[in-house]
């Protein structure tokens, strides 16, 4: 059948009609692109979407049909900027003209995320994200330098849960603003300093921010930032945004942590399992000395049951001499006996006597230079004892000092801490919309301007009435009226 009647009797029906324009829409435009604002968005309990998109100047209803419209992230509402992919065609049942969307993004974020895909497939080919170039990150830092806004949410979860788990780590804050046209180079300045820092380096780098949309985040997906972490010799640690949320940084970064205070918890030690780990190596220190102990002393008892006692040696020798001596005296006065010459008798008789009391001298000497061996035992078993005594002092004492450190450390802390600052009375002044701008100079202001104040518990604005200067303490209105 032809698309166009051959002649003005040939009569077609609506539907035939329908049917023939349908498909001459869908053989002219098999694929088109179209960006408009979203209005009349309806979404029945069929999951179908149904939407007008229009412009300035003209409108185009748009059907996206359940398949299709399930693998968008977004879900569109009216008033909403959006680029439309699909093919035009024609319900048949009221004739209406109308675009079968296959993909819909919206208008700033779909240019975001081509330029995302684009850098990180360049970023990538160049080896950036390389495993085998990824630095460890300590186990024990001993300073950390934390890149991000100082007044945001994600520094106060950070410290909160520093504060918590390891309060001893010296923290060091990097401010920067985390969004807009200025971030980028903030956070490569701050990146630069860090690594140049040489008074009381840092151990790790942590560059963190709040979730929000891909432009929010968009500082963090920079081929400048992207390059300065991959060029630092500090392992880099990246939690930007939400568990949802990928950047650039988290593919380059030595370590990505979903959110920020997960990166807090991948950074810190547990100060508990630390207690519980020194706790567990005094107790087995002691069950050391004290085994070492017992083996010693078990020793000298087996050494001291083999020993003889010297003083029965000694009694012994002294009978074993006096034995001699007697038998000697004897032998000789019988054998002189049988001579009958008593001079030489005698004379022989005293110089044995002399020999034998000179023997008995050494002998005493001898005995008298000798110590009891229970009290050489008992002088070991003694300063044994006061050496394991002076082990377990002295590792008390150092747990003592330990406990004492951390709280010092504890204290150094809360001190510098931002939020200890805001707990004094003081607050931070910006502007609401933009919470990172904060306010330093009055004379910046005007009356009638909103302010944001945070405060040591949750933030207010207000409107300025009145800007005045320190050196006059008088409005700046009446200041610039003054000749």
Request: charged share 25%.
């Amino acid at each position: 059948m032809s698309l166009i009647p051959q002649s003005n009797r040939e009569i077609l029906s609506v539907a035939d009609l329908n049917h023939a324009a349908r498909r001459l829409l869908e053989g002219e435009f098999s694929m088109v692109f179209v960006s408009g604002e979203i209005s009349n968005f309806a979404r029945p309990s069929s999951g179908h979407w149904y939407f007008t998109l229009k412009d300035s100047g003209a409108q185009i209803r748009c059907a996206m049909f359940r398949n299709r419209n399930q693998s968008i992230r977004f879900t569109p509402k009216d008033g909403q900027q959006v680029i439309v992919r699909g093919k035009i065609s024609l319900y048949e049942g009221r004739g209406e003209y109308q675009l079968i969307a296959e993909f819909v993004e919206e208008a700033g974020d779909g240019a975001l995320r081509r330029a995302f895909d684009k850098l990180k497939g360049q970023l990538q080919a160049e080896g950036l994200f390389d495993a085998a170039r990824k630095q460890p990150i300590p186990a024990m830092p001993q300073h950390l330098g934390i890149i991000t806004s100082p007044t945001g949410a994600a520094i106060r979860d950070v410290l909160q849960v520093m504060r918590r788990r390891f309060p001893a780590i010296n923290i060091t804050i990097l401010p920067v603003a985390v969004q807009g046209e200025e971030s980028p180079q903030q956070i490569v300045r701050a990146l630069n300093a860090a690594n140049a820092y040489v008074d009381d380096p840092f151990d790790v780098i942590l560059l963190t921010r709040g979730g929000g949309s891909l432009e929010d985040l968009w500082s963090f997906n920079t081929e400048p930032v992207a390059r300065a972490i991959f060029n630092s010799r500090l392992p880099v640690v990246c939690a930007v945004g939400h568990e949802t949320d990928v950047s650039i940084a988290d593919f380059v970064a030595d370590l990505r942590a979903p959110t920020p205070s997960a990166a807090a918890e991948l950074i810190s030690p547990d100060a508990g399992e630390w207690l519980q780990t020194f706790l567990r190596y005094e107790r087995r220190m002691v069950s050391l000395a004290n085994a070492e102990i017992s083996q010693q002393r078990r020793h000298l008892q087996h050494l001291g049951n083999r020993m003889r006692h010297p003083g029965q040696r000694l009694q012994d020798f002294h009978q074993r001499l006096d034995d001699l001596e007697l038998r000697l005296r004897g032998g000789f006065r019988h054998y002189l006996g049988q001579f009958r010459i008593p001079d030489m008798q005698a004379r022989l008789l005293r110089a044995i006597q002399r020999q034998t009391e000179r023997a008995r001298a050494r002998l005493n000497l001898a005995a008298a230079g000798i110590q009891e061996p229970s009290q050489l035992i008992d002088a070991q078993q003694r300063q044994l004892h006061y050496l394991q005594q002076r082990l377990i002092r002295q590792m008390r004492e150092l747990l003592d000092a330990s406990h004492r450190q951390l709280t010092r450390s504890a204290e150094q802390l809360n001190t510098v801490s931002p939020l200890a600052t805001l707990q004094r009375g003081y607050a931070i002044v910006s502007a609401p919309d933009k919470p990172t701008a904060i306010v330093r100079d009055a004379l910046t202001l005007k009356p009638g301007q909103q302010i944001s104040a945070r405060v040591h518990r949750g933030r207010f604005e207000a409107t300025v009435t009145a800007v005045f200067d320190d050196a006059n303490d008088a409005p700046m209105a009446d200041l610039k009226e003054a000749p």
